[in-house]
């Protein structure tokens, strides 16, 4: 384990009965990295997910995290009923943020300024995304965790993504990006693959 990890997984195995989902899974993410997994539907990403942010807890190994978490589940996790800024100020609250500055500064980013006042039910699937990201990232983490963050973006907020990807990573934040299916693999510094329950580092181009 390196001294500069923010989330270090370590020999994890996992199952559920006699159905092992996770054989001995090694992961670490550094300050400052943009961390990919990838694996296919049933290959175990949710679990690995539910360990790395605390959610589950391993059969053997150990999961550890060194810093406040933003995680983004690929169920945006939204009130139909709330307007945009309504969830903006109820994660304030459970935050303990002293404003909405940057919660803001990442609506703009995303590009859906204009939806404010628009209840959660009301947004289109790509919208809904963006609020769910947004509502990860408002308190500014150190380390997030993003399952499936750009589902339903269009070119435009896709791109707006990977811009501020790279900045979270340039502020020395650490980023893992969890897909069935990565694109773009050269904004990554490393990519895993979850193959018969282990993780496969491969090299990438960036």
Known sequence: MASGDRLHISAVHKAYG????LRGAHFSVSAGMLAGVVGENGSGKSTLLRLAVGQLAPDRGTVRRFSALGYCPQKAV???????AQHLRLFQVAYRLPGLGRAWELVDLLGFGGERRTRAGELSGGTRQKLNLTLALMHDPPLLVLDEPYQGFDWDTHQRFWQLAGRLRSQGRSVVVVSHLLHDVQHFDTVHHLREGQLHAQGTTG
């Open 18 to 21: 006699r159905r092992p989902v």
């Open 78 to 84: 939204v009130n139909d009923m709330l307007t945009v």
